[in-house]
């Protein structure tokens, strides 16, 4: 392996020269400066990320925990990442992407002097990462947002509010018995904050306007509409539905497409990716979630927290509704 050692003798130079030269903490020549890239090219070496923190304070790296696990919504998450990529480049960042879900692995990368600063997304209700996170020397952003008191800056679509404005539209619309059809029951189990969020603002809404509201884990495959036909079934009365499960959607969808203008046809909002509310075009209202302009404002957060600049321990982005077409129950009414 090619040392640093190396390269100084192969320019002539001493270990600290190469050093400056890499870091630009010092003015060099530019005769030696330009010796000491010739000899790093020839001899093709790469420094240790750990000897690069250590030569100049920064990696220029940021972590992204996605931790890939049972009922993640991959395309959501992707589109998550693909906006952290795109602030960070701007910001002369690199994104190191860690699939694990554990604390270890952001202890990991924070002590191997891997990454400048952390972001952590399929953040829980009560995260077991919190007290490694806090822990750290590089500064940490969460993309979700924990319960109880917050020491981690948090970034995150307002689900909470989401669902309040989902039950405000359906009720004026003149539904009384509503029905919220969720994420697969893995998500639920394991209390991922957004997930909780939804629920809690959603019944909430259901009791603050004197509406019946329920809710449902289903699977984000096609296996979901037998457990929304199910419900259904079982429960006529319910005429507003909240759809939130990207993959379950598209069937969802159809099924109720299917039905209008029958009278038996529910009314269908979709709290959904910008993929999701294409397939639902003309059929639901929408609830789009940002995900990319999350992962950019993510990305905006920690890099002005390297920056040393002052950032909200909270921000939550907005939600806002798009009327679609009219159903069945609009035209009644």
Known sequence: ??????????AGVSTSTVS???????AISADTRDRVQAAIARLGYRPHAGARSLASRSTRVIGLQAPLRTGVDVPVIMQVVAGVVQRARVHGYDILLLSSDEAEGLARASRGSMVDALLIMDVESEDARLATIAELDQPSVLIGLPAGRRSIPCIDFDFEAAGWLAVDR???????????????????????????????????????????????PIPDSAEALAEVDAVLTADPGITGILVHNDGALPFIADRIRAHVPSATAPDCLALTSREGALRAHGLTDTIAVPAEALGE????????MLAGGAHPSVQLLPPELAVGEPSRARIDS
């Open 170 to 216: 359906l009720v004026g619309l003149g539904h009384t018995r509503l029905a919220l059809f969720g994420a697969p029951e893995a998500v639920m189990e394991r209390h991922t904050s957004y997930a909780d969020r939804l629920i809690r603002g959603f019944l909430e809404a259901c009791e603050a306007r004197g509406v019946e509201g329920s809710t449902h």
């Open 20 to 26: 400056y030269v890499m870091s630009g903490k010092r």
């Open 297 to 304: 404002s993510a990305a905006e957060m920690i890099c002005a």
């Open 1 to 10: 392996m090619v040392t640093i050692s190396d390269v100084a003798r192969e």
